[in-house]
Structures are given as structure tokens and as C-alpha cells.
């Protein structure tokens, strides 16, 4: 396996994009704000025109890992609405075989490293209270528990945690 590069997402990467989304909603169905179904049914332009959104400016970004031609992982940022100085990491997937490989705190770095650009010298991210794998990965590079809960915004029954580090 080649070494993955980490850098943010162009537009040229819209198919790519498209299918690492397939493959996460498929690897983790509960982790993400939609079902694998509603992203196949999707139409390719609306799919690119939200990538658009992500590929240049500060209030929100798209960073993918590529190696050996495709993508295999992303992590996003963005500005809650009335929050200052605080960029929400979202959509974070590493495909299955690049885990535990150090590739994660590279894809987090790089979401750092734009929201301090940006003047946002926090990161906050939610997950799911049960899925220990990837708290015990956030809190490995740095994230702590804030105590806040919250219900998963798509499936009520589930609750979510916060965690937030210094960007």
C-alpha cells in the first residue's frame, strides 16, 4: 500500500468522493445523517454541487486521504450556526484497511490547521455514545469528553457525546 496523501478535496475528486461516501454509509450505516439508499438515490450533480460547497473558503471543508487511486478516508469541518471561534469536525470514515495506521490524526490535523486558519482555535465533534472504537480514537489525539449529550439527530433512541480539543 502506497503512503496516503491528505489534502482537501477538489472538484475533480466528485466520483471518488461519491463512492468513499457509498462505502462508509455501507461500513457504519448509524454513524452518518443519511442511509446508503438516499445517497445511491441521489442524482451526481446534487452530490457535487454539496462538494462544491466544501472545496474552498472557511466556512466549511472537505480533507480526503488518496492512495493507490481512490480516496480512503475524510474528515469535514464547518461553523455551527451562533458558534464563534469553534469548527464541528463531521464525516469522519477511514476505510477499513488504512485503520490504526495514523492516518486519522492526519486527516484531523489537517481540519486544525484550516479551522485556526480561519480563526477557530477549537474543534468539537459528536459520536455516538456506544461506539467506544472511535472515542477511544478521538480521545487518543487529544479530544476529551465535555459531559454534553445530545440525541443522534436522525435515529432519537441513540445519544451522542461531545468531545471537543484545542485545534
Same mark, same amino acid.
Given at each position: 500500500?502506497?503512503?496516503?496523501?491528505?489534502?482537501?478535496?477538489?472538484? *475533480?475528486?466528485?466520483?471518488?468522493?461519491?463512492?468513499?461516501?457509498?462505502?462508509?454509509?455501507?461500513?457504519?450505516?448509524? *454513524?452518518?445523517? #443519511? @442511509?446508503?439508499?438516499?445517497?445511491?438515490?441521489?442524482?451526481? *450533480? #446534487?452530490?457535487?454541487?454539496?462538494?462544491?460547497?466544501?472545496? *474552498? +473558503?472557511?466556512?466549511?471543508?472537505?480533507?480526503?486521504?488518496?492512495?493507490?487511486?481512490?480516496?480512503?478516508?475524510?474528515?469535514?469541518?464547518?461553523?455551527?450556526? +451562533? =458558534?464563534?471561534?469553534? =469548527?464541528?469536525?463531521?464525516?469522519?470514515?477511514?476505510?477499513? =484497511?488504512?485503520?490504526?495506521?495514523?492516518?486519522?490524526?492526519?486527516?484531523?490535523?489537517?481540519?486544525?490547521?484550516?479551522?485556526?486558519?480561519?480563526?477557530?482555535?477549537?474543534?468539537?465533534?459528536?459520536?455516538? @455514545?456506544?461506539?467506544?472504537?472511535?472515542?477511544?480514537?478521538?480521545? +487518543?489525539?487529544?479530544?476529551?469528553?465535555?459531559?454534553?449529550?445530545?440525541?443522534?439527530?436522525?435515529?432519537?433512541?441513540?445519544?451522542?457525546?461531545?468531545?471537543?480539543?484545542?485545534?
Amino acid at each position: 500500500m502506497a503512503e496516503a496523501v491528505v489534502r482537501r478535496v477538489t472538484m *475533480a475528486d466528485a466520483a471518488m468522493a461519491r463512492a468513499l461516501r457509498l462505502e462508509m454509509l455501507a461500513d457504519a450505516p448509524l *454513524a452518518f445523517l #443519511e @442511509t446508503i439508499d438516499e445517497a445511491a438515490a441521489r442524482p451526481h *450533480a #446534487e452530490f457535487a454541487a454539496k462538494l462544491r460547497e466544501r472545496v *474552498a +473558503g472557511n466556512a466549511q471543508a472537505l480533507f480526503v486521504a488518496a492512495a493507490d487511486g481512490r480516496l480512503v478516508g475524510q474528515a469535514g469541518g464547518f461553523t455551527p450556526p +451562533g =458558534t464563534r471561534g469553534v =469548527t464541528l469536525v463531521f464525516a469522519v470514515y477511514l476505510a477499513p =484497511t488504512w485503520r490504526g495506521r495514523g492516518l486519522l490524526g492526519r486527516l484531523v490535523d489537517a481540519v486544525a490547521q484550516w479551522s485556526l486558519a480561519a480563526g477557530r482555535p477549537e474543534l468539537e465533534l459528536e459520536v455516538m @455514545t456506544g461506539n467506544q472504537r472511535a472515542i477511544r480514537a478521538y480521545q +487518543g489525539l487529544g479530544f476529551v469528553d465535555t459531559g454534553l449529550r445530545s440525541r443522534h439527530p436522525v435515529i432519537p433512541v441513540f445519544t451522542e457525546l461531545k468531545m471537543r480539543r484545542p485545534a
